[in-house]
């Protein structure tokens, strides 16, 4: 899996999030909630998984994409400034 794939699922971690947490704060739509939290949550999931078939799995790449969120974007800024393993 390359950067650009990750990239992406970065984008769409962080995007749903965000979407998901001013849904909560301003007009809680229940109906946002129960179509974005699956897709944040397999975003996230594939975000880690994808990390660690690129870096390997105890790598620091890998350990940064766990961070709840914004774990996908550090994980792609590491790994884009060379760091492997």
């Known amino acids: 899996m390359n950067t650009r794939v990750l990239a992406l699922l970065a984008a769409v971690e962080f995007g ?3 979407v998901l ?7 809680h739509v229940p ?5 974005l939290g699956p897709l944040h949550g397999c ?3 594939a975000a880690i998984i994808g ?8 790598s620091r790449p890998t350990l940064l994409s766990l961070v709840p969120g914004v774990g996908g974007a550090l994980a792609v800024v590491t790994l884009r400034a060379g760091w492997s393993r």
């Open 16 to 18: 749903t999030l965000l």
């Open 21 to 27: 947490l001013v849904n909560l704060a301003t007009v």
């Open 43 to 45: 975003a996230y999931i």
């Open 51 to 58: 990390t660690a078939m690129c870096a390997g799995p105890t």
């Open 31 to 35: 109906v946002v909630a129960t179509l």
